[in-house]
């Protein structure tokens, strides 16, 4: 018999006392939830490892990822975050009090203005993904690459709807 963890005695208490409602979502997306804390927590150590919080990680994470010279309008960073401009504003600010980010005059535009990572900035984000996925990886390591693989093709399929 397959090893039962706590969602299997939730569902199985529900389903006791409940025996008139379908508790399948559960089984899943009680899992999600879960292994969502876990990856919070190491998500947190991973950037507290590296002086970011989560969200100097985000902006970074998009200057990075964005390529050489690693900059972007705050429109750009905008989209790519999900937050208001006020927001972005605010953020951009403190990221360049730390000195990780610069601004400057889009040359493409005189009134236009890009969000330049520093290599301060750069250091820190690499330092944080490096060990961003040094800790997602060993949540994972129980399961074998191919099922990695299906859950990953599963949970894009999900996901699809929201994004």
């Given at each position: 018999m397959a090893s039962r963890d706590e969602v299997d005695?939730?569902?199985?208490?529900?389903?006791?006392?409940?025996?008139?409602?379908?508790?399948?979502?559960?089984q899943v997306l009680s899992r999600v939830g879960r292994l969502s804390r876990h990856l919070d927590r190491a998500?947190?150590?991973?950037f507290q490892s590296s002086?970011?919080?989560?969200?100097?990680?985000?902006?970074?994470?998009a200057l990075r990822?964005?390529?050489t010279p690693?900059?972007?309008?705050?429109?750009a960073l905008l989209q790519q975050t999900l937050v208001t401009s006020g927001t972005m504003t605010n953020r951009i600010d403190r990221l360049a009090e730390r000195g990780l980010v610069r601004r400057h005059t889009d040359p493409n535009d005189g009134r236009g203005v890009l969000v330049a990572m520093t290599a301060k900035g750069q250091e820190?984000?690499?330092?944080?993904?490096?060990?961003?996925?040094?800790?997602?990886s060993a949540i994972l390591n129980g399961l074998p690459a191919p099922d990695q693989e299906k859950l990953a093709a599963l949970l894009r399929k999900l996901s699809l709807d929201f994004d």
């Open positions: 005695r939730i569902v199985d208490a529900w389903s006791r006392e409940r025996p008139d409602l379908d508790f399948s979502p559960l998500r947190k150590e991973a002086a970011l919080e989560p969200w100097e990680f985000d902006v970074l994470s990822r964005a390529g690693y900059q972007l309008s705050p429109k820190h984000v690499d330092s944080a993904i490096t060990m961003l996925l040094k800790s997602e």
